[in-house]
């Protein structure tokens, strides 16, 4: 089966660590983060996958090379300008057109079963099925309105949460979308060609209203959106701890005896010397730790990635340091 990840946009939320490659390219438990996805998508059998990119393609295209490393093979296309998340399964068309296959945003970490989903997808003969879990803690994400498990409505971003459970006078806590679907391939009748479109706004609003099955299947398992540095800072440490570690060394990395250093996430050609000390917080490639300096819930880039460019709207503030920008992630 083939399959898309969505791995185009700029990352801005996770800047300062979008300025040396792209979101798909951020290392992630050992392996750039799109190649985590592509590990995913194998264990179900999709062995070919294509990936857009957009911002700084060549670091994606550097870090994931052929797709081999992760057990598929990966093709690219790249968007000059960005198409949303619906132009860009049009722009791949080529490639996706002939049988059923799966989208995935590319900034995920799951377990979720798509083997589960794809039962749901055949059984209730659809034109998409989309991937939903209950959203516990109301975080902001649209709700899903669903009966009789076809996808009838998308909504506003929820309350706040009422009660420990995330479950308001016995009801479930609201539905939200994954960014995981399965896709027939007459969906493409439906996508505008050639320009930029959502999938939510201008293809499933549109089909539903005309009568069209899209199917909704409520998942089970584990599953998160590293879409901000606290989020890809705070799910590394989660997963980390699992495994029973609490570090994660890229390579060239040097800690210097001495170095006090745990729950952290360390990117290539790292140095901390000796007496410093770092704490729950992300590491740049290339950056120096001092030995009298202290490191905590912070990210940090070498202060020359900065240069002379402007902060974006949705990224958090930060200040240089000697030779590093630190970046608290306490905002």
Known sequence: MRAMI????YGTRLWPLTLDRAKPALPFMGRPLVGYVAEYLARFGCDEIIVNLHHRPESVRTALGDGSDFGVKLSYIEEPVILGTSGAIDNARVFL???????????????????????????????????????VERERYSTVEVEDQLVKSFGVYPATVSNASGFEHGAPAPLMFTGIQILETRIFDDIPRGIFSHSVTDVYIPAIARGERIAAHISRGMWHELSTIQRYRDISLSLMQGEGRDLQIGSGTI?????????????????????????????????????????????????????????????????????NFVVPLAQ
């Open 255 to 323: 800690l210097e005896p001495g170095a006090d250093v745990r729950q952290a996430i360390l990117w290539e050609n790292v140095r901390v010397e000796a007496g410093a000390r770092v704490r729950r917080s992300i590491i740049g490639a290339g950056v120096h730790v001092r030995r009298s300096e202290t490191i905590e819930d912070a990210a940090v880039v070498r202060a020359a990635l900065i240069g002379n460019q402007e902060r974006p709207a949705k990224a958090l503030g930060g200040e240089v340091r000697g030779d």
């Open 97 to 135: 057109e002939g049988d059923t296959f799966i989208v995935i945003n590319g900034k995920l970490a799951t377990d979720i079963d798509l083997n589960d989903a794809l039962e749901t997808h055949r059984r209730v003969g659809a034109l998409a099925t989309l991937v939903l879990r209950h959203n």
């Open 6 to 9: 969505l791995a185009a946009g």
